[in-house]
């Protein structure tokens, strides 16, 4: 199973970035796609989660300002992100599981190699 993430990039506060996470080699019947991220200083951290079915589920300080959604079809999952603030600066990790607790990393089998969003004017 690999994992491959991108999307990442240097933008300033306000600005919007869309990241991608293409899933190729599994073969869960059911699964979830998230995204996690992680600072030099923090530990990784919760972003967002998509089921298979549709449902999504967000840590407090991205709702209203990010939004995942996944194309089945595609095994993609995308995390769009917008009105983008200093404190969302961190390399993000797309990861793929079955979870029983969706925002714990400890969850999920795959991880992709993350990508670096840095938000600075």
């Known amino acids: 199973v690999q994992l491959q993430a991108s999307g990442g990039g240097l933008v300033q506060p306000g600005d919007s970035l869309r990241l991608s996470c293409r899933a190729s080699?599994?073969?869960?019947?059911?699964?979830?796609m998230a995204w996690f991220r992680q600072t030099p200083e923090t530990e990784r951290e919760f972003v967002a989660a998509?089921?298979?079915?549709?449902?999504?589920y967000y840590r407090d300080s991205v709702k209203g300002r990010f939004t995942i959604s996944l194309d089945n079809a595609k095994d993609t999952v995308y995390l769009q992100c917008d009105n983008l603030t200093p404190e969302d600066t961190a390399v993000y990790y797309c990861?793929?599981?079955?979870?029983?607790?969706?925002?714990?990393?400890?969850?999920?089998?795959?991880w992709g190699r993350g990508t670096q969003v840095t938000v600075s004017s």
């Open positions: 998509a089921w298979d079915t549709g449902s999504t």
């Open positions: 990861a793929l599981g079955d979870p029983t607790v969706v925002n714990h990393d400890g969850e999920y089998e795959y």
């Open positions: 080699g599994h073969s869960f019947s059911t699964y979830v």
